[in-house]
């Protein structure tokens, strides 16, 4: 298998209420996170944020729907993944967006990626992710949707 690329998407799934839709990780329990996962190949990101929404929660939309933050951040890759990367990566770099849809709903989680989602309120989502980009990209939703 390829190494993965260090390029990653951060994908906010929201109602117009900003619930947002959290998705417990198989291999880290308790660690909930919004949608992520890596490029592939020479995919644009947006289309990397489509892919992963559709592989991770079975939610289809068409990429206009998908709003491009146009903000990254770098962060270290937790030692625990490395090896999923080419030798002597240790960071990433993260791309960040949102995904408005009208009302929460069931979804179908990949089971060999999350154990359970849940719907919450984005307050309470930004305190129940593992991870701080995540939880600053949460916390900044309210502003980026005009609320």
Known sequence: ??????VSILLIIHTPELDVLLLERNDFTDAWQSVTGSREGDESLINTAQRELAEETGLRVDVSQIRDWESCHDFEIFEVWRHRYAPGVT???????SVEIPVA??????????RRFKWVNWQQAAEMVFSPSNAEALRELPARMGH
């Open 105 to 114: 709903c069931e979804v179908d989680i990949s089971p060999n990626e999350h």
């Open 1 to 6: 298998m390829p190494y993965k690329q260090p």
């Open 91 to 97: 960071m990433n770099t993260e791309h960040v967006f």
